[in-house]
């Protein structure tokens, strides 16, 4: 890590007005130029480290339309199937109109339009009996990627302990095929997930165009019946894997969900953009300086150099036990 945090920090200096120049070329602009310079450098290390660990970023990150026909091809792609349930119970309504329900012990989290109350139940309130429709999938829950649902739903307890595994795929044409593949096996297996993949063409030079979210407590049960698959999923993967993640196997990196951060990926490149304008001179950075100084900010968060995919306190040891370490190899 520190060979290539150092020889990605020599490579940029400031120009006019701060302006970042990456090996001597302009980097893209920021989407956010209102806001401040620890938060640009933030963007520019997520896009040309961790997304991009070769440096290129391409056409990623444009302005660009999803791809209608690749989010078609997505939804046939995925093996889990709507339903409708009866038996939910309503245990809190929450202010954007989703609720809070309970069903044979499972608690999980309803969008509006998900849920009818029993007539019987109006107006709704705690207690409230409650038909839900299980969503299968959806391009509308963040821009530029469509979400796939398992069959399993996961409880509301389980997303607060999460993992996510990073699929590089080939390329636009690798995500239905991979897509099948994923959400087939962990239906088969009855494991409760959620995944995502780029629906804008331009993205799909990252090397984390789809994430799989898994709850803890299943991470060994993945891994056993990831070796099913592993054969004919990684004819659509490419080799890298995201900066800071944990490799299990070409093209699929591994990290700890972080507490309360939104993105793995934004939390370790703040990391570096901290150290790097800590250690600027001039228009570059020291180098040296930098590695102190990221070091200092890894004990100061109980962030291990080593194993920057763990939160703070984790062991690899709770998801890779040596009787199945030949999976994770």
């Known amino acids: 890590m520190k060979q290539r945090l150092q020889d990605f920090v020599s490579h940029i200096r400031f120009g006019p007005q701060d302006a970042l120049i990456f090996r001597d070329q302009p980097t893209q602009s920021t989407s956010t130029p209102e806001v401040d310079q620890l938060t640009q450098v933030t963007e520019f290390v997520y896009k040309y480290l961790y997304t991009h660990p070769s440096g290129d970023i391409a056409q990623a990150f444009r302005a660009t339309p999803p791809d209608a026909k690749l989010i078609a091809k997505l939804s046939n792609a995925n093996t889990t199937r709507g339903d409708v349930q009866q038996g939910w119970v309503m245990r809190t309504a929450l202010p954007d109109g989703a609720v809070i329900a309970e069903r044979f012990g499972k608690v999980c989290k309803f969008l509006p339009g998900q849920f009818l109350a029993d007539p019987m139940s109006l107006p709704i309130r705690t207690g409230s009996a409650l038909t839900v429709t299980h969503m299968t999938g959806t391009a509308l829950m963040q821009p530029g990627f469509f979400h796939m649902f398992g069959q399993e739903q996961m409880d509301l307890a389980e997303q607060a302990r999460t993992v996510r595994l990073y699929l590089n795929l080939k390329g636009a044409g690798a995500a239905e095929p991979a897509a099948a593949l994923l959400t087939g096996m962990l239906n088969s297996y009855k494991i409760p997930f959620t995944c995502k993949f780029a629906t804008r063409l331009t993205d799909y030079s990252r090397v984390d165009t789809a994430v799989l979210y898994l709850p803890q407590r ?49 939390a370790r490149s703040k990391l570096v953009a901290e150290a790097m304008l800590s250690s600027r001179i001039s228009n570059r950075m020291d180098t040296d300086k930098f590695w102190s100084e990221f070091l200092a900010l890894c004990a100061a968060r109980g962030l291990d150099p080593d194993a920057l995919h763990l939160n703070p306190g984790s062991s690899d040891t709770f998801y890779f036990p040596a009787e199945i370490a030949e999976v994770a190899a």
């Open 218 to 266: 299943f991470v060994r049960i993945f891994l056993l019946a990831f070796a099913d698959v592993q054969t004919a999923l990684g004819a659509h993967l490419g080799a890298e894997v995201p900066v800071f993640t944990r490799r299990i196997a070409p093209g699929v990196g591994f990290a700890e969900d972080p507490t309360g951060e939104i993105s793995f990926g934004a």
